[in-house]
């Protein structure tokens, strides 16, 4: 055999090696994931929302061109998203407010006037990031937001959604209840490098997301995300439950019929360190014009899994339900049990695509 042949065989396995190399590191991250736990409810389709009874009495304010019902004499009511945190504390005397002393109010005139930014002071959440289908979430995100983001790239064909239930025990706006199903993406006009955009992003403590969905309990937090925020937000009922083992929330259609529930167990928060981060969206607002928002998050207690068994999405055939069933989630990456936080919220400011 030739020295030449020899040399082209020698480059050839070189080249195959590093080609299987590639492939490995690109395909790897999904091999080491649990699988998503989704579960199938169609015993409980007919299950109705039961709305507790209230002593609350209702009044009306206008917000742009609407009337928004509003429980009298609230927080809201009387100091419209600036209360003092002398009044906080007297409503709530337990609250550890001293972030909030370290942050300003500004006025802001956005379709309504309101004080940005919007402080929440006794919050609890679930996140759970899974794997998804990249045509399909790509697809999702406006071309004018896709020249500035791009969906992070988990492996090749499939990148990631972050699906979070919040309760807002204590806010500005009182109190009520949300779901968010976001996309992860890049930072803006970033590379997208896939692991190591998202690890950069983590250590940043600064993530960026495109939201699809944003539904809320109460007719206040919609006009204020809709008209303030450019969210995408729709009111239905939702409960919020927590037990011995689990932190749960059930989803209902605008009927009050059951749609989903995400359920995530109450994960060990003994060696919970505070800490605070930044979730940023982009948005178009009416116009068509970009925006950027974000949340600053203390986290107080908080604690983290990748076992499928702790988080679980219970799905109908109802709107929410077929919505994740299209994303094509396969893969748990991350849970997230946050007991106990803290954030303010940023009205958006516009974003240029230069």
Same mark, same amino acid.
């Given at each position: %055999?030739?020295?030449?042949?020899?040399?082209?065989?020698?480059?050839?396995?070189?080249?195959?090696?590093?080609?299987?190399?590639?492939?490995?590191?690109?395909? @790897?991250?999904?091999?080491?994931?649990?699988?998503?736990?989704?579960?199938?409810? =169609?015993?409980?389709?007919?299950?109705?929302?039961? /709305?507790?009874?209230?002593?609350?009495? @209702?009044?009306?304010?206008? %917000?742009?061109?609407?009337?928004?019902?509003?429980?009298?004499?609230?927080?809201? #009511? /009387?100091?419209?998203?600036?209360?003092?945190?002398?009044?906080?504390?007297?409503?709530?005397?337990?609250? #550890?407010?001293?972030?909030?002393? *370290?942050?300003?109010?500004?006025? /802001?005139?956005?379709?309504?006037?309101?004080?940005?930014?919007?402080?929440?002071?006794?919050?609890?959440? $679930?996140?759970?990031?899974?794997?998804?289908?990249? #045509?399909?979430?790509?697809?999702?995100?406006?071309?004018? &937001?896709?020249?500035?983001? +791009?969906?992070?790239?988990?492996?090749?064909?499939?990148?990631?959604?972050?699906?979070?239930?919040?309760?807002?025990?204590?806010?500005?706006?009182?109190?009520?209840?949300?779901?968010?199903?976001?996309?992860?993406?890049? *930072?803006?006009?970033?590379?997208?490098?896939?692991?190591?955009?998202?690890?950069?992003?983590?250590?940043? +403590?600064?993530?960026?997301?495109? !939201?699809?969905?944003?539904?809320?309990? =109460?007719?206040?937090?919609?006009?204020?995300?809709?008209?303030?925020?450019?969210?995408?937000?729709?009111?239905?009922?939702?409960?919020?439950?927590?037990?011995?083992?689990? %932190?749960?929330?059930?989803?209902?259609?605008?009927?009050?019929?059951?749609?989903?529930?995400?359920?995530?167990?109450?994960?060990?928060?003994?060696?919970?360190?505070?800490? $605070?981060?930044?979730?940023?969206?982009?948005? &178009?607002?009416?116009?068509?014009?970009? *925006?950027?928002?974000?949340?600053? !998050?203390?986290?107080?207690?908080?604690?983290?899994?990748?076992?499928?068994?702790? $988080?679980?999405?219970?799905?109908?055939?109802?709107? $929410?339900?077929?919505?994740?069933?299209?994303?094509?989630?396969?893969?748990?990456?991350?849970?997230?049990?946050?007991?106990?936080?803290?954030?303010?919220?940023?009205?958006?400011?516009?974003? *240029?695509?230069?």
């Amino acid at each position: %055999m030739s020295k030449v042949n020899l040399k082209n065989r020698k480059i050839a396995k070189i080249f195959l090696g590093v080609v299987i190399i590639v492939i490995t590191l690109a395909f @790897f991250p999904s091999f080491l994931l649990n699988d998503a736990l989704l579960n199938s409810s =169609t015993g409980t389709l007919n299950e109705h929302f039961e /709305k507790e009874s209230t002593s609350n009495i @209702f009044t009306e304010i206008k %917000m742009g061109d609407l009337q928004v019902p509003i429980i009298k004499d609230g927080i809201y #009511d /009387k100091y419209r998203s600036n209360p003092p945190l002398s009044f906080v504390k007297e409503q709530k005397p337990n609250l #550890d407010l001293s972030w909030f002393i *370290t942050l300003e109010k500004e006025r /802001k005139d956005v379709g309504f006037v309101t004080y940005s930014p919007n402080f929440y002071y006794s919050n609890s959440s $679930i996140t759970a990031i899974y794997t998804a289908d990249m #045509d399909t979430i790509s697809k999702l995100i406006p071309s004018s &937001v896709k020249e500035i983001v +791009k969906p992070i790239s988990f492996s090749p064909g499939i990148g990631l959604i972050a699906i979070t239930s919040y309760a807002y025990h204590y806010c500005d706006n009182g109190s009520y209840n949300e779901l968010s199903i976001s996309i992860v993406t890049t *930072t803006p006009r970033a590379k997208n490098f896939g692991l190591i955009s998202l690890v950069g992003e983590l250590n940043n +403590k600064s993530l960026w997301g495109y !939201v699809l969905k944003l539904p809320v309990d =109460t007719e206040l937090a919609r006009v204020r995300g809709v008209l303030g925020y450019n969210l995408p937000k729709w009111l239905i009922p939702i409960k919020y439950e927590l037990d011995n083992n689990n %932190m749960s929330f059930s989803y209902y259609n605008e009927e009050g019929i059951f749609d989903f529930s995400m359920v995530g167990k109450r994960l060990d928060v003994k060696k919970s360190e505070t800490s $605070i981060s930044r979730l940023n969206f982009i948005n &178009v607002d009416i116009q068509g014009r970009l *925006t950027h928002g974000y949340s600053d !998050v203390r986290a107080i207690k908080k604690a983290s899994s990748t076992s499928g068994e702790d $988080i679980q999405l219970n799905l109908s055939n109802g709107p $929410i339900s077929k919505f994740i069933k299209s994303l094509k989630i396969k893969k748990l990456v991350r849970y997230d049990y946050q007991p106990e936080f803290q954030a303010a919220l940023y009205t958006p400011n516009f974003l *240029t695509n230069e």
